[in-house]
């Protein structure tokens, strides 16, 4: 089946997917971090960012919630880009989990202990590989990183930052556990901090949307054409993530989907990946029992199938693969002619 790419009919087939999900009032808000637990259950908003720069909105698409986990995606993907797929890949790795993300045994067993870049016992030790003494300096590289991806300066919560700067301390003793496995690169207490603020940045369906969409395009703003990080680095985000980025869900999202690479936040966001088409960004906080949101799922996924190139057609998507396509196609012409 060809999709119709005219924006009406992305704009309708996002109203409509809205309408049917917004009802849905199963899951909840998650309470280990207090602050979260304040979250609104009723919030709901989507987006989707294509890689030629549209935007189509549902909802409350531009009211924000805490990045949480979706925040490990950004520092993987500058590990990947400033010191080399290699080095994250030998001092970080990426091993499959089907223990809970901040699990002390997964730490413990697994033969890396660090894991995977989106679980805590990674993600925290991806932050510390960019450790340095001045700890404002090293917060400012973690959080600045995030909105060149958004294409504007996200603010932090500080309630929830604080919150959960005084609950952390499964993230203290995995930190703990990880030096003295030495897979742990800098001073504990000021990464988890660090870190803990990284996961407290707001950000909407938009903002997901749009940071998502980098990574569609192979690493260039859908909006500015800036390029943001490396094809290479792109790429290496996309592949470690797919079969990641849900918790325990991911398995399943990956062959409902079908190779679409997404990752999830506790704060109740969801981003999705369509590699050459866009970023969908999904906000509403109530959880399943996995960790992530409801509606997030359940519209992410009926949306992530629609516009999954291997399902249909997609290249009015992307002008510049557009381009492309016309430009191969006339060389393959010429190259016949000769
Ligand atoms: N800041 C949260 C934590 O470290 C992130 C967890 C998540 O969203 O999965 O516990």
């Not at 950004?74 to 499959?96: P, R, T, Y």
């Not at 703990?176 to 940045?201: A, E, H, I, N, P």
């Amino acid at each position: 089946m060809y999709m119709n790419t005219s924006n009406e009919h992305i704009q309708a087939f996002i109203d409509k997917v809205y309408k049917k999900v917004k009802p849905n009032k199963s899951g909840n808000v998650a309470t280990y971090i207090p602050q979260l637990a304040k979250a609104d259950p009723n919030l709901f908003g989507i987006c989707f960012v294509t890689c030629d720069g549209r935007v189509f909105k549902a909802g409350q698409s531009n009211k924000t919630v805490p990045i949480e986990s979706i925040s490990k995606v950004f520092s993987a993907a500058m590990a990947a880009d400033e010191l080399g797929v290699n080095v994250i890949n030998e001092k970080i790795g990426n091993m499959g989990s089907s223990l809970p993300f901040n699990s002390v045994i997964g730490a413990v067993l697994t033969p890396t202990h660090t894991i995977n870049p989106f679980v805590n016992q990674g993600a925290i030790a991806t932050t510390s590989l960019f450790y340095q003494k001045n700890k404002e300096a090293f917060r400012k590289k973690i959080l600045s990183n995030m909105d060149k991806y958004a294409g504007r300066k996200l603010s932090l919560n500080k309630p929830v930052y604080k919150s959960e700067g005084a609950t952390n301390s499964t993230n203290m003793a995995l930190s703990y556990l990880l030096k003295s496995f030495d897979r742990f690169y800098g001073d504990v207490d000021d990464t988890v901090d660090v870190y803990t603020s990284q996961c407290s940045v707001n950000v909407s369906a938009e903002d997901l949307a749009t940071m998502a969409c980098v990574f569609a395009t192979g690493g260039v703003h859908p909006h500015s054409g800036d390029r943001i990080i490396s094809k290479n680095a792109a790429k290496y985000t996309y592949r470690a993530l797919r079969g990641e980025g849900l918790y325990e869900y991911s398995a399943k999202w990956d062959t409902d989907v079908g190779a679409i690479s997404a990752k999830s936040g506790v704060g109740g966001g969801i981003f999705i990946i369509i590699k050459g088409v866009g970023g969908i960004g999904l906000v509403s906080p109530p959880l399943d029992k996995m960790g992530n949101s409801v509606r997030g799922i359940q519209a992410g996924t009926i949306l992530a199938k629609k516009f999954n190139p291997l399902f249909k057609a997609h290249a009015t998507f992307c002008k510049n693969k557009k381009t492309r396509r016309k430009k191969h196609k006339k060389n393959k012409k010429t190259q016949r002619k000769v």
